[in-house]
């Protein structure tokens, strides 16, 4: 049985996601991070951490959202799914899930933490221009190779889709300029069977939890 923790709105939404796409059945567990939880020292042998996501299957435990949802789709994935069968189509993959980690999604998440999710004493208001500045600046760069109009790699939905429509998801729900020609993109993404269960999986666990 596999096994993946999660926290509501969190990337591990990810995972879940990604484990309703290919059909693998699992078990999710929500920590209370806000309560501490991640910091147990049985939740520590699993991330070093104490962060979200964490995917245990069988005698195999992976952290860091991109590497557990390359692992889940090379161990689960039927006939190329959300992931290309072939190397250049799994490099292409590969390289948009890199953009989406490193240069659209940190300049959210530095916005985010100094306006908060640190402690007072850590937070540096100075930074935020900045860090919509390099927000920007990625989207132009994903515009100019992008249009909304499929999916992101070729014609099938892949981890690409996955991690790029929770991102665009998050700058939505923070008030970040989206392009429109994403918006039905977005909602085409939102949509699919998989992502609503995942959702609600993630929202039922947290609700189990509290």
Not at 191 to 207: G, H, K, N, T, Y
């Given at each position: 049985m596999v096994h993946v923790y999660t926290y509501a709105g969190s990337r591990s939404l990810r995972v879940v996601w990604t484990l309703e796409e290919l059909g693998v059945e699992y078990q999710c567990h929500a920590l209370r991070l806000d309560k501490g939880e991640g910091q147990t020292?049985?939740?520590?042998?699993?991330?070093?951490?104490?962060?979200?996501?964490?995917?245990?299957?069988?005698?195999?435990?992976?952290?860091?959202?991109?590497?557990?949802?390359?692992?889940?789709?090379?161990?689960?994935?039927?006939?190329?799914?959300?992931?290309?069968?072939?190397?250049?189509?799994?490099?292409?993959?590969?390289?948009?899930?890199?953009?989406?980690?490193?240069?659209?999604?940190?300049?959210?998440?530095?916005?985010a933490k100094h306006t908060f999710a640190l402690p007072d004493a850590q937070k540096v208001p100075a930074v935020i221009p900045t860090a919509a500045w390099e927000y920007k600046r990625a989207m132009g760069a994903l515009e100019r190779r992008f249009n909304g109009e499929g999916w992101l790699v070729g014609d099938a939905f892949s981890l690409a889709d996955i991690f790029l429509a929770q991102t665009l998801g998050?700058?939505?729900?923070?008030?970040?300029?989206?392009?429109?020609?994403?918006?039905?993109?977005?909602?085409?993404?939102?949509?699919?069977?998989?992502?609503?269960?995942?959702?609600?999986?993630?929202?039922?666990?947290?609700?189990?939890?509290?």
């Open positions: 020292a049985e939740h520590l042998l699993r991330h070093p951490d104490g962060k979200v996501p964490v995917l245990v299957d069988g005698d195999v435990t992976v952290f860091e959202s991109g590497a557990i949802c390359r692992y889940l789709a090379a161990k689960y994935g039927k006939d190329g799914q959300l992931m290309p069968s072939d190397l250049e189509g799994q490099a292409q993959v590969d390289q948009w899930l890199f953009f989406v980690l490193t240069e659209l999604e940190q300049p959210l998440w530095t916005q998050w700058a939505e729900k923070a008030k970040h300029p989206v392009p429109e020609q994403f918006k039905d993109y977005l909602a085409r993404c939102a949509a699919r069977p998989a992502c609503a269960r995942a959702v609600a999986r993630e929202e039922a666990a947290a609700e189990g939890a509290s």
